[in-house]
């Protein structure tokens, strides 16, 4: 199973950019999906997460800016973020919590991180 995340790049603030993240391979079942950032010297942490039935929550920073999705049938998960500020460079990571063919159990699967970087 790999999880290949594409999208970032460098952008002026005020800007956009789509991120998205593709899972592929042996997938039995997805559960949750999300993005977490990471930036120097600091843990990664949680900017967006939806549920299998659709409910999202986002981190205060980027609530009314970015916006996720997820396409079941492609086992896709997308982050529109709008209005971009400096404070958002960082790499970004997708996350799902799935479970592969002939398994019993989910467990957290990490995409390859893909680098964010807004201009002032």
């Known amino acids: 199973v790999q999880l290949q995340a594409s999208g970032g790049g460098l952008v002026q603030a005020g800007g956009s950019l789509r991120l998205s993240c593709i899972a592929s391979g042996s997938i039995a079942s997805i559960n949750g999906m999300g993005w977490y950032r990471q930036t120097p010297g600091k843990e990664r942490e949680l900017v967006a997460s939806?549920?299998?039935?659709?409910?999202?929550n986002y981190a205060d920073s980027v609530k009314g800016r970015f916006t996720m999705s997820r396409d079941n049938a492609k086992n896709t998960e997308y982050l529109q973020m709008n209005s971009l500020k400096p404070e958002d460079t960082g790499v970004y990571y997708c996350?799902?919590?799935?479970?592969?063919?002939?398994?019993?159990?989910?467990?957290?699967?990490w995409g390859q991180g893909t680098q964010v970087t807004v201009s002032s």
């Open positions: 996350n799902a919590e799935l479970r592969t063919s002939g398994s019993r159990w989910y467990r957290d699967y």
């Open positions: 939806m549920a299998t039935g659709g409910s999202t």
